[in-house]
């Protein structure tokens, strides 16, 4: 179905290619992992699959990509959109219409399928990805999980023979993540549709894939089955880590084939960790009866919560839920209809936008729209500059998140995890009392998430705070002293991270699935083995 014969690929003024010689072939109805740090190359080779690269992003491409026969330097995209669907890393920036409906519709229209056949087809997107009753929404006012599902859908309805899907789980709630991959899965199963998948949060992908392309980051790639990749691969899900560390032959992929294999392991533990004490002390961030309306809809419910210095808080709950409405409203700029917000005795709505940026630090879903200058140097200078820090300051937290960015490259130039890592690095560079995350995690490889998790550990023995709102169980396992549970805009749930993540089937970590509540991370179980076991 898809064939890269010899193919190599420089960006404009890049001394050395993103992808060199490459050679690979991928049949119908296969579901196909692509794995690799942040900047390796994964989207520039699943670019070249229907011609935007190099008919978009400009570069000169030796060799020949074709797909169903067709080499795709021959012909523009556009003409590649009955063969191939395509849902970038920013679901919001490919959306052509006002609300779900039309979006899941236009791409029919422009194909000519018939009004009888769209009608249908939109009915059946709706039901599989469970967002019917978003039909009439619009698209703006959606969640960034909601635009995603959407996204995933406007390709779905046009029934293309290939399916390029870069980062599709990476801002679902783990509930909605599965059933987007399950709808994946029986397509590649019942209708021969071939998907090529781009994610870092491989642990959900790892037991749908047939085969993993690893994008090393020196223009190669490694192709085999994924027990034979993951097995030496230095990035790796939680299951597989642990199935190193426990010298499981063969590795298992899934819960249930780990669970199975746990027996020896779970006899050779020790006492489970113990956690850390919930902190105490006055409140460094005090919200008390926060509304949050948008027209007659509601989205945060008169919450109150309170934050400590040095506490790492962990907001999770079902795309939609309030997450990022009450993030805004905690930091003053978005909408506050009803409560208070006091951060050191100051409502920060109150304040300037810079003064309340020294108290509360906010960085959304979408990073990019806090980019607004043409270097990446620039950007760093800029928040120096604001922020009075010492010159160099940003750059040096940019360089411990996503080392090695070039400072002359323009940020929407650079991958959705590298934009993210700028504005953190930006943000941080006002050294606020309170930092706020939305979704941080998006577009972040595993070598990132650890150094961004070693920032905010760095940020709290400050006795900073920060609030993360994810979907990203395992990160919050491993970083967050506390998790606040939403849903319908109300708090459901309030306690430790072990209580709340362990004791939830939609939140628990691999890990805590394989072993049991008390385990989180695969650092629990290495530091519970006795010497010459592990």
Known sequence: MIEWDQVTFWYHGQPEPVLADITLSIGEGELVLFAGQTGAGKSTLLGTVNGLVPHFTGGHLDGVVSVAGIPTHSRPPREFAHLVG????????????????????????????????????????LDLLGIAELRRRALRTLSGGQQQRVAVGSVLTMHPKVLVLDEPTSALDPTAAEDVLATLARLVHDLGTTVLMAEHRMERVVPFADRVVYVPGDGTVVDGVPEQVLRTMPVVPPIVELGRLARWDPLPLSVRDARRAATPLRADLGPAPRRTQPLTGP??????????????????????????????????????????????????S???????????????????????????????????????????????????????????ACRALLDRLAPGIDPARHPRDLSEG???????????????????????????????????????????????????????????????????????????????????????????????????AEWLTVADVAAALPQGTR
């Not at 920013?90 to 006002?98: I, M, S, Y």
């Not at 959304?364 to 009075?388: F, K």
């Not at 004791?503 to 628990?508: E, H, I, L, Q, V």
């Open 418 to 516: 590298q934009r993210l890592a700028l504005v953190l690095a930006v943000q941080l560079s006002a050294a606020p009392r309170v930092m706020l995350l939305d979704e941080p995690t998006r577009g972040l490889d595993y070598p990132a998430k650890a150094a961004l998790g070693a920032m905010i550990a760095a940020l709290t023995a400050e006795g900073r705070s920060v609030v993360v709102a994810t979907h990203d169980v395992e990160f919050v396992a491993t970083i967050a002293d506390r998790v606040v549970v939403l849903a319908e805009g109300e708090i459901v749930s309030d306690g430790p991270t072990a209580e709340v993540l362990g004791g939830s089937p939609a939140f628990a970590t691999q890990v805590a699935k394989i072993l049991g």
């Open 283 to 332: 409140p460094v961030l005090s919200g008390s009866g926060v509304v949050v309306r948008y027209g007659p809809a509601v989205a945060v419910r008169g919450v109150d919560l309170d934050l400590r210095a040095g506490e790492v808080l962990a907001m999770m709950g079902r795309n939609g839920s309030g997450k990022s409405s009450l993030l805004w409203a905690l930091q003053g």
């Open 86 to 125: 395509v849902v970038g890393q920013d679901p919001l920036a490919g959306f052509v219409t006002d609300t779900v409906e039309e979006e899941l519709a236009y791409g029919m229209e422009q194909l000519g399928v018939s009004p009888q056949v769209m009608r249908r087809r939109v009915e059946e997107t």
């Open 334 to 392: 978005g909408p506050r209809q009803g409560g208070t917000v006091r951060v050191g005795g100051v409502d920060p709505k109150q304040l300037s936008s810079a003064k309340a940026r020294e108290l509360v630090g906010l960085v959304p879903q979408t990073a990019s729209d806090l980019l607004y200058l043409e270097t990446v140097s620039g950007e760093c200078a800029a928040a120096d500059a604001e922020s009075g820090a010492e010159p160099g």
